[in-house]
Every structure is written in C-alpha cells, then in structure tokens.
C-alpha cells in the first residue's frame, strides 16, 4: 500500500498459487526469461485496482488485496485452490472483516499474516488517522484468529506504517514515514526481541534516498530485498522495483530492475512465491494482449472489464530468474 504517495523457504509445489502443472484450470508453463505475464484474470486481477498477493507455503491458500478508485480504502481477501485447480471465489477473512486493511504478509511458517489497519484500538471510538502493523496468528482449524497490533517501537501512532515483511528468524522489515530517515518514506527493520520488537534500525544509504522508498519484500533468509521507490535519478517515471542483494552482512546498493518488469507507469505492491520462482506485483502499464488463463469460478465478464485500462492496478507476474543477479 502506498497511499502516502499515491493518494496524496519450501520446497517447489510448482507454479505459485497451484499444485503442479496447474493454474486455475489451466496447464502452467515454467518460469521463463520471458517479460512480465498478468495474473489471475478475474480473480486476481479484474480491472478494479488490484494489489498484492500472499500465498501460504503451500501454495494453496491466498490473500490478496483491492482498493477503491482513489487509492485511499483497502480491503483483503482471501481465496483457497481445491483439488480440481479451482479458486474459490473470495471473501473477507476474519482478521480483515472491518475497517480498512492491506499489505497481508504470511511468514514462511505459514503461523501469521501481518498487515496494516487503520482500526481502532480495544476501548477507542472510530479509525484512526493513521495505519498501524497488525498481526493474526493461524489457528488449529487452519483459520485465523483475532488480530493483534504490534506495539510500539513498531508503530508509532503519528505516522504510517505500511508493507510489513518478516525473514524466517522474525526481523520485521516495512515503510515508514518516521522521523531519523534520509527521505519522507524509507525502509526500516525491526529485530525480534523477546516477546516484541528492538527498536527499527534505517536500512541505510545503500537502500534510502531523499526519494521515496516504499513496500520491502524481504526474502525469508534476508539474502535479497525488493521494494519500490519513487523519485530516485534512474526512475522511469513513476514507481520503479529495486533491488539489492546482502553481501558479507550489509546490503548492496539497490539497482532498479529492467523494463519490461518495470515500465514508464507504476510497478509497486510485489512479494514472490514461497518456492522462490515467481515475483507478483501489481502495474498501472496499459495493457491490451490477452488475459491468459481465467480464475473466476463461474465465469462473470464483468469481473474482466477493465483489465489493463491504465488507470488502476493490475497483477502480473515475472520469473524470479529475469531479475538477474
């Protein structure tokens, strides 16, 4: 989620999101060299703005998010793949039934999703101005219970907190517009310290500029990390997908990644599957190719319409391998 700026590992299972040799009801190629492929027809993807994917590490459960035009409300859904290659048709999971939420993030075990709300707290009246870190732990039954919001240092109630993004060891990676930055909106890390959270250290030059860095992904062994950013002097246009990899404990300085992953639009809320195969982002690049393979179960054309209109946010999909080293 970036409406600050908008509005104002397991083993492979096979292409993310399906068992193996399916997507949908479709036979699924490998990854390839080849540029970007939209994602998800009329599940994933449906000419509304489409936003961020978070697959279980099985692959067989997703949460994904959906915007309204503006860009300034957010809701998450959930869908589940069954035995036949089928996606069930979405809902609201528990966690996210009010208020306004985005940016689900499933730690490599599969035990909790961190996200962002602007829900109250216990005893407050109405949402609150600002968006916090949340967090909802998987139950038993494979459902998830009530959400928790990190305390602070995580949050800090004046400003935004957006993107959370765990490593398997539980370092907290996510945007803020906190005070200490070298910008407005940098990338900060938060370290597991007993039951909560040291304080968030700056990701450092190698990563934040007096542009606007926003969304980490960090890969569950924090070897490679993958945000978005806007403003900085190699950008296309609008925000770009960066890229830096950990060398001997320190991070290298960030490269952004080549067209046609990015484009002159905006490229922004990415995560990659838990097989490590696919990057998923979502892109404002006009398109007008096919759509690939259809996920709404029934069919429903209008849940097409609009797909690519350059307006709002689409959901596509690049092998892991076209990023390069």
């Known amino acids: 989620m970036i409406a600050a700026a908008l509005a104002g590992c397991a083993p492979p299972q096979g ?3 399906a068992p193996p040799g399916r997507v949908g009801a479709a036979v699924a190629p490998e990854p390839s060299l080849a540029g970007p492929e939209l994602y998800g027809a009329g599940l994933f993807t449906t000419g509304a703005w489409d936003f961020f994917v978070a697959f279980t590490p099985d692959q067989r459960r997703a949460l994904f998010c959906r915007a309204d035009d503006t860009f300034t409300r957010y809701d998450i859904f959930e869908t589940r793949l069954d035995d036949a290659g089928r996606w069930s048709p979405p809902v609201k999971p528990g966690f996210a039934a009010r208020w306004s939420n985005a940016d689900p993030h499933i730690s490599p075990d599969g035990g909790r999703v961190y996200f962002v709300s602007n829900r109250p707290d216990p005893g407050e009246v109405g949402e609150r101005a600002t968006y916090d870190i949340w967090v909802a732990r998987r139950l038993a039954d494979g459902g998830w219970g009530e959400a928790e919001r990190l305390p602070a240092p995580v949050n800090d109630p004046a400003v935004d907190e957006w993107s959370p993004s765990v490593t398997a060891s539980g370092a907290l990676y996510f945007g803020s517009e906190r005070p200490g930055g070298r910008g407005g909106l940098d990338l900060w890390v938060a370290r597991p310290q007993g039951d909560g959270f040291q304080a968030p250290e700056n990701l450092g030059d190698a990563i934040n500029t007096a542009a606007a860095e926003v969304e980490p992904w960090i890969s569950p062994d924090e070897s490679y990390l993958i945000f978005s950013a806007k403003g900085r002097t190699d950008g296309l246009g ?16 960030a490269r952004r990644l080549p067209e046609p992953i990015n484009s002159r639009a905006s490229e922004y809320n990415h995560s990659v599957s838990p097989d490590g195969r696919w990057l998923y982002f979502s892109s404002t690049r006009p398109f007008a190719g096919p759509i690939g393979a259809r996920f709404d179960v029934p069919r429903d054309d209008a849940a097409i319409r609009g797909i690519g209109n350059g307006k709002t946010g689409d959901i596509y999909r690049v092998a892991i391998s076209a990023l390069g080293e």
């Not at 609008?238 to 300085?253: A, E, F, Q």
């Open 238 to 253: 609008g925000y770009d997908l960066y890229l830096s990899r950990k060398r001997d404990g320190r991070w290298l300085p």
């Open 15 to 17: 292409p993310a999101g």
